[in-house]
Nanobody, 123 residues
């Protein structure tokens, strides 16, 4: 099993920045993908970004490309989501997820999920 613990959510003003962290523990796999998703009230959970532990290949949703950066610290088993130039429409609960290396942007591709952390962007 894999356990994911998220932190870093909070309230920020539009144009501000925030960094989310996801600490992974438990059994890991040789090929592994970590994703960030978000869900606003009344909306489906949507893909934000993904990174692979091996090689660090990244993939972003168009809505956050150029503003958000996903990264990982292998030694700390931690994945980060650096969010810059935040907009009110970024307001959502953000979830960290773990899946097989081929996982990309679909919710069903991920096997483990964090508890979610609230990000609120005020105008």
């Amino acid at each position: 099993q894999v356990q994911l613990v998220e932190s870093g959510g909070g309230l920020v003003q539009a144009g501000g920045s925030l960094r989310l962290s996801c600490a992974a523990s438990g059994r890991t796999f040789s090929s592994y993908a970590m994703g960030w998703f978000r869900q606003a009230p009344g909306k489906e959970r949507e893909f934000v970004a993904r990174i692979r532990w091996s090689g660090g290949s990244t993939y972003y949703a168009d809505s956050v490309k150029g503003r958000f950066t996903i990264s990982r610290d292998n030694a700390k088993n931690t994945v980060y989501l650096q969010m810059n130039s935040l907009k009110p429409e970024d307001t959502a609960v953000y979830y960290c997820a773990a899946g097989a290396w081929r996982s990309t942007r679909e919710v069903y591709e991920y096997d483990y999920w964090g508890q979610g952390t609230q990000v609120t962007v005020s105008s």
